[in-house]
């Protein structure tokens, strides 16, 4: 028996353009602009560090399950359990199993969290589908949590090494990036999204006018990966801020005036980042990101958190603040269709194909359109996630559905006011400009007719009539939001264990259709973010086993790991991609969560170690403390 392939970043050559394809790599990705052979030979300060991200998992409250129901002749099939991008599953599914899309239907439930591993078309929806359509009667498959464990979507898992080209005051001339990613046993339906998404969006908020990356992907025996929330982007924000945080220390500045220094200036906006993720133009739609940025200082009061650890470390605790920016992408890949139908009890059902995995979008797209068409929002009703409702949909992921289904429900609106007026006109026999909408419905002659009733109406003169609005949306630009994190945390001088103690999160969201749900996200990710900096990690054993499959040895934030949170959004710049300025809020809540953390931690540490490996766990804090000539361990355990 061959021995397994466990790790290939011990075996990559880090040296730049030296290594070729070959062994188990299977894709290189190139992309980059400028002259950075130039700039490295004029830089007065080179400066190289490497970042290590292990592998995780999002681990949703929910398992995957499916039941897949048998129609008559084994002609199609109902499948039971849909999450995340039902539309693209049943072509897959259609395609796999040879039968007409007409005759698959995928119906989704209430899901308990997606988070990018949910909704993927994985072996078992084919299988059981198969099942009832060979044995002819329906069949349901859950998955326990072990099985889960082995077999979902791991993600993460990189090595980057990075380059920079630095002026003596601190500025960035040239970024070179060498990014392994650990693929596992074969390509998913995500294939090498996650590492493009690296190479694209690594830069950040900063900019570097010559940038070269250079990502390549490995195979090795482990469970293949997949997206995991901010997929890309949290992997490469924490190497970029991980790169800011050694420029400042190398040339003893302060990591904030260093960041201050780089940031792509309001006056740049649209900026073009002169590259392509997942196919499609980067280009930072808005923003003033040096606003934001002192917007954050001040509001969180910066210089107070910086003096009140200081004085605590004097105290002998140890203690520290760090700070990290990031740029988040909402995708708009594909175009969405809504349509607003009105129901035969006087409801109005806006009917979808985005999934709702707990993010509170029905009740977001039910603000759009009561908003749109001046109705309260209960007369709204969702319909979502059924492929026999709806033509089309992209999917919920990426922090697009708000965006664009958002949009086509804002334009759905619309077309719904006219065609109400328009049939309410011809049923009373009175013309459009007499009709006006009112809270109740319609306005005719200084009296209301409610919904119910015109329904009522329709169905008694004109029963084969329906009141229908169906509307696409497209943008051919991502909207991006951005925004700062300020992490405070302590350090046991007995075990090394990482306590997060406040968590500060500044986010431009462009404009909130639910504050409420945007701050809800933002702390949800940045638990999940606190989980990656210090206790997730999937392992294997040195002959392959997986290591990792319950809750006892994969160690994710309870209770009392969340710290007090402070989150402040901003709407100063409303998205140009879209009619209502929107930015996504799924992913900004974990995407620095690491890079601020660690830079936390290395500020407990006064610079003395520099953390660039996730998770931090006691044992690798350990190994960093055991590494320094300081003598740093002693002296904590005599605090």
Same mark, same amino acid.
């Given at each position: 028996?061959r021995?397994?392939?466990?790790?290939?970043?011990? #075996?990559?050559?880090?040296?730049?353009?030296?290594?070729?394809?070959?062994?188990?790599?299977?894709?290189?990705?190139?992309k980059?602009?400028?002259?950075v052979?130039?700039?490295?030979?004029?830089?007065?300060?080179?400066?190289?560090?490497?970042?290590?991200l292990?592998?995780?998992?999002?681990?949703p409250?929910?398992?995957?399950?499916?039941?897949?129901?048998?129609?008559?002749g084994?002609?199609?099939?109902?499948?039971?359990?849909?999450?995340?991008?039902p539309?693209?599953?049943?072509? $897959?599914?259609?395609?796999?199993?040879?039968?007409?899309?007409?005759g698959?239907v995928?119906?989704?439930?209430h899901?308990?969290?997606g988070?990018?591993?949910?909704?993927?078309?994985?072996? #078992?929806?084919?299988?059981?589908?198969?099942?009832?359509?060979?044995l002819?009667?329906?069949?349901k498959?859950?998955?326990?949590?072990?099985?889960?464990?082995?077999?979902?979507n791991?993600?993460?898992?990189?090595?980057?090494h990075?380059?920079?080209?630095?002026?003596?005051?601190?500025i960035i001339?040239?970024?070179?990036?060498?990014?392994?990613?650990?693929?596992?046993?074969y390509?998913?339906?995500? @294939?090498?999204?996650?590492?493009?998404?690296?190479?694209?969006?690594?830069?950040?908020p900063?900019?570097?006018?010559?940038?070269?990356?250079t990502?390549?992907?490995?195979?090795?025996?482990?469970?293949?990966?997949?997206?995991?929330?901010?997929?890309?982007?949290? $992997?490469?924000?924490?190497?970029? $801020?991980?790169?800011?945080?050694?420029?400042?220390?190398?040339?003893?500045?302060?990591?904030? @005036?260093?960041?201050?220094r780089?940031?792509?200036?309001?006056?740049?906006?649209?900026?073009?980042?002169q590259?392509?993720a997942?196919?499609k133009?980067?280009?930072?739609?808005?923003?003033?990101?040096?606003?934001?940025?002192?917007?954050?200082l001040?509001?969180?009061?910066?210089?107070?958190?910086?003096?009140?650890?200081?004085?605590?470390?004097?105290?002998? #605790?140890?203690?520290?603040?760090?700070?990290?920016?990031?740029? @988040?992408?909402?995708?708009?890949?594909?175009? $969405?269709t809504?349509?607003?139908?009105?129901?035969?009890?006087?409801?109005?059902?806006?009917?979808?194909?985005?999934?709702?995995l707990?993010?509170?979008?029905?009740?977001?797209?039910?603000?759009?359109?009561?908003?749109?068409?001046?109705?309260?929002?209960?007369?709204?009703?969702i319909?979502?996630g059924?492929?026999?409702?709806?033509?089309?949909?992209?999917?919920?992921?990426?922090?697009?559905?708000?965006?664009?289904?958002?949009?086509?429900?804002?334009?759905? +609106?619309?077309?719904?006011?006219?065609?109400?007026?328009?049939t309410?006109?011809?049923?009373?026999? @009175?013309?459009?400009?007499?009709?006006?909408?009112?809270r #109740?419905?319609?306005?005719?002659?200084?009296?209301?007719?409610?919904?119910?009733?015109?329904?009522?109406?329709?169905?008694?003169?004109?029963?084969s009539?329906?009141?229908?609005?169906?509307?696409?949306?497209?943008?051919?630009?991502?909207? +991006?939001?951005?925004?700062v994190?300020?992490?405070?945390?302590?350090?046991?001088?007995?075990?090394?264990?990482?306590?997060?103690?406040?968590?500060?999160? !500044?986010?431009?969201?462009?404009r909130?259709?639910?504050?409420?749900?945007?701050?809800?996200?933002?702390l949800?990710?940045?638990?999940q973010?606190?989980?990656?900096?210090?206790?997730?990690e999937?392992?294997?054993?040195?002959d392959?086993?997986?290591?990792?499959?319950?809750?006892?040895?994969?160690?994710?934030?309870?209770?009392?790991?969340?710290?007090?949170?402070?989150?402040?959004?901003?709407?100063?710049?409303?998205?140009?991609?879209?009619?209502?300025?929107?930015?996504? !809020?799924?992913?900004?809540?974990?995407?620095?969560?690491?890079?601020?953390?660690?830079?936390a931690?290395?500020?407990?540490?006064a610079?003395?170690? !520099?953390p660039?490996?996730?998770?931090?766990?006691?044992? !690798?804090?350990?190994?960093?403390?055991?590494?320094?000539?300081?003598?740093?361990?002693?002296?904590l355990?005599?605090?």
């Amino acid at each position: 028996m061959r021995p397994p392939v466990l790790d290939w970043a011990s #075996e990559m050559d880090t040296r730049p353009r030296a290594r070729v394809r070959g062994g188990n790599e299977i894709a290189r990705i190139e992309k980059g602009y400028g002259d950075v052979e130039a700039a490295f030979a004029a830089a007065e300060h080179k400066i190289s560090i490497s970042c290590r991200l292990a592998r995780q998992t999002a681990v949703p409250m929910e398992t995957r399950g499916a039941i897949a129901v048998p129609h008559p002749g084994a002609a199609g099939f109902d499948l039971y359990g849909a999450a995340k991008v039902p539309h693209a599953n049943r072509q $897959e599914l259609a395609s796999i199993l040879s039968l007409d899309i007409g005759g698959v239907v995928l119906r989704e439930g209430h899901a308990g969290g997606g988070f990018g591993v949910r909704g993927e078309l994985y072996p #078992e929806d084919v299988l059981v589908a198969f099942a009832a359509l060979r044995l002819g009667r329906p069949v349901k498959w859950i998955e326990d949590r072990s099985e889960h464990f082995l077999a979902i979507n791991h993600s993460r898992d990189q090595t980057i090494h990075l380059d920079a080209a630095v002026s003596r005051t601190g500025i960035i001339a040239a970024l070179s990036a060498r990014i392994m990613t650990d693929q596992g046993a074969y390509l998913r339906t995500h @294939e090498i999204k996650v590492s493009d998404l690296s190479c694209a969006f690594l830069p950040g908020p900063y900019r570097i006018p010559a940038y070269q990356a250079t990502a390549t992907v490995h195979l090795t025996n482990k469970t293949p990966c997949g997206t995991y929330r901010a997929p890309g982007r949290f $992997e490469a924000t924490f190497a970029m $801020e991980r790169m800011i945080d050694a420029i400042a220390s190398a040339l003893e500045l302060d990591p904030v @005036e260093v960041r201050r220094r780089n940031l792509i200036g309001a006056a740049d906006m649209p900026f073009d980042r002169q590259i392509e993720a997942t196919g499609k133009r980067v280009v930072y739609d808005s923003g003033d990101y040096l606003q934001t940025l002192d917007t954050a200082l001040r509001a969180f009061d910066l210089p107070e958190l910086r003096r009140s650890a200081e004085e605590r470390r004097q105290q002998g #605790e140890c203690i520290g603040v760090g700070v990290a920016m990031f740029v @988040e992408k909402t995708d708009t890949a594909l175009h $969405e269709t809504v349509r607003l139908e009105l129901a035969s009890d006087g409801k109005i059902e806006i009917v979808t194909g985005t999934s709702s995995l707990g993010q509170g979008m029905e009740t977001a797209l039910a603000q759009i359109a009561a908003d749109g068409l001046g109705f309260p929002i209960d007369v709204f009703r969702i319909v979502r996630g059924q492929t026999d409702r709806i033509s089309q949909s992209g999917g919920t992921f990426a922090s697009r559905t708000t965006v664009m289904a958002g949009s086509a429900v804002h334009e759905a +609106c619309r077309i719904f006011r006219r065609k109400l007026i328009e049939t309410c006109a011809t049923l009373l026999g @009175e013309t459009t400009d007499r009709i006006t909408l009112c809270r #109740e419905g319609c306005r005719i002659n200084g009296r209301n007719v409610g919904l119910t009733d015109l329904r009522a109406m329709i169905d008694a003169s004109a029963p084969s009539t329906q009141l229908v609005a169906e509307a696409d949306f497209s943008s051919g630009a991502m909207a +991006c939001p951005y925004g700062v994190h300020i992490a405070q945390v302590k350090v046991d001088p007995d075990d090394l264990s990482v306590t997060v103690e406040k968590y500060h999160i !500044a986010y431009e969201i462009g404009r909130a259709v639910n504050p409420d749900l945007v701050k809800a996200q933002l702390l949800g990710g940045a638990v999940q973010g606190i989980g990656g900096a210090l206790m997730e990690e999937i392992s294997f054993s040195s002959d392959g086993q997986p290591l990792t499959t319950s809750f006892a040895n994969y160690v994710t934030p309870r209770s009392v790991d969340v710290p007090t949170f402070k989150i402040l959004l901003l709407e100063d710049w409303p998205s140009p991609t879209n009619p209502l300025g929107l930015k996504g !809020a799924g992913e900004g809540g974990i995407n620095a969560a690491g890079a601020a953390i660690a830079s936390a931690v290395e500020d407990a540490f006064a610079a003395k170690i !520099a953390p660039r490996r996730l998770p931090i766990t006691p044992k !690798a804090l350990f190994d960093l403390l055991s590494k320094t000539d300081d003598g740093l361990i002693s002296p904590l355990r005599r605090r």
